[in-house]
């Protein structure tokens, strides 16, 4: 039986990127120390871990940083969270805007150089309303 899940990340400075998502987006550490630290939302639960990419008890010839992934975090308000990012000099790899299948959202860089996809969801045009399972006018 699964008991849990949740992604734990590669980063260069372990220290930088926990601060990063505590700050930001309302994260807690439930463990820390200066290769790992796993955080949870006190709110919904969520967890994320950070650990260092060069740490030996990752297998050899996996370590590094985590490339090629997005962390995606849904939030009631990215228009005010953007600008909050922004203020606090956060790197933008996307700016803010609405898609058509049913997002509104910006991409900013963590310390460790992962995408962190800060949504928040809204209508979907109607080509993209029936991949929800719902026509355009639910």
Avoid at 83 to 106: I, K, Y
Wanted: glycine share 10%.
């Amino acid at each position: 039986m699964l008991t849990g899940c949740y992604p734990v990340l590669c980063t260069t400075d372990v220290s930088a990127s926990a601060e990063f998502y505590r700050t930001h987006f309302g994260f807690e550490s439930t463990f820390e120390s200066d290769w790992y630290v796993s955080l949870r939302h006190p709110d919904a639960g969520h967890e994320l871990a950070l650990l260092d990419g060069t740490h030996p008890s990752i297998p050899s010839g996996h370590g590094g940083v985590a490339r090629g992934m997005l962390v995606n975090l849904e939030v009631d308000d990215v228009d005010a969270l953007a600008a909050s990012l922004a203020a606090a000099g956060v790197p933008v790899a996307q700016e803010l805007r609405s898609e058509a299948f049913g997002q509104r959202h910006v991409i900013v860089v963590d310390p460790g150089g992962v995408l962190v996809d800060v949504i928040t969801e809204i209508e979907p045009v109607p080509e993209f309303a029936a991949a929800f399972g719902r026509d355009a006018e639910a």
